[in-house]
T-cell receptor, first 112, second 114 residues
Framework: GESVGLHLPTLSVQEGDNSIINCAYS??????FIWYKQESGKGPQFIID?????DKRQGQRVTVLLNKTVKHLSLQIAATQPGDSAVYFC???????????FGGGTRLMVKP | GAGVSQSPRYKVAKRGQDVALRCDPI?????LFWYQQALGQGPEFLTY????????KSGLPSDRFFAERPEGSVSTLKIQRTQQEDSAVYLC????????????FGSGTRLTVV
């Protein structure tokens, strides 16, 4: 069935470097995507979202890029900090807007 | 409260035991969702309420799983005759709108079936 997935299960970066986390999706009809951060023992926390009529959206230290041609999402984190260490999920909302489909997650590890 | 509250935080159940997991959504939030998260995986949709109405229960894995939200606020997810494959974190989320936009997740209940 339709699904959202990720390329890399673990990403290790040096503190201060930029991080890029990738995600592929298969439902070409999806029009809303969200990146979540999940720390150990906590629920997913909203980071940034993007609609399909955009190809880029920026937040504070984070940027999401959407390439609809190849059905690919990425999350860029600038100047990665130890507090960014977590598992990151991309997710899409169904057409009814009431169900999230998550990928398997990428663990980001920040080395001091 | 300020966020979505779930209890208990941890639950250990013997195989065959019934369990009940509670979710207190953010006050005034119309929509409430339950997700199941297996170790190392992303959350998977279980069921969705709009006020007290359960509008979608397509994700419930079997008839051993039952959810309710009788007064449109607190919700309970019940699992009967628990099995080892039910071990997971059960996440609750709520949303102010009639949709999933603007979800706020709770910290979850970690269920371990032994």
């Amino acid at each position: 069935g339709e699904s959202v997935g990720l390329h890399l299960p673990t990403l290790s970066v040096q503190e201060g470097d930029n991080s890029i986390i990738n995600c592929a999706y298969s439902n070409s009809a999806s029009d809303y995507f969200i990146w979540y951060k999940q720390e150990s023992g906590k629920g997913p926390q909203f980071i940034i979202d993007i609609r399909s009529n955009m190809d880029k959206r920026q937040g504070q230290r984070v940027t999401v890029l959407l390439n609809k041609t190849v059905k690919h999402l990425s999350l860029q984190i600038a100047a990665t900090q130890p507090g960014d260490s977590a598992v990151y999920f991309c997710a899409e909302i169904n057409n009814a807007g009431n169900m999230l489909t998550f990928g398997g997650g990428t663990r980001l590890m920040v080395k001091p | 409260g300020a966020g979505v509250s779930q209890s208990p935080r941890y639950k250990v159940a013997k195989r065959g035991q019934d369990v009940a997991l509670r979710c207190d959504p953010i006050s005034g939030h119309v929509s409430l969702f339950w997700y199941q998260q297996a170790l190392g995986q992303g959350p998977e949709f279980l069921t969705y309420f709009q006020n007290e109405a359960q509008l979608d229960k397509s994700g419930l894995p079997s008839d051993r799983f039952f959810a309710e939200r009788p007064e449109g606020s607190v919700s309970t997810l019940k699992i009967q005759r628990t099995q080892q494959e039910d071990s997971a974190v059960y996440l609750c989320a709520s949303s102010l709108s009639n949709s999933g936009y603007g979800y706020t997740f709770g910290s979850g209940t970690r269920l371990t079936v032994v």
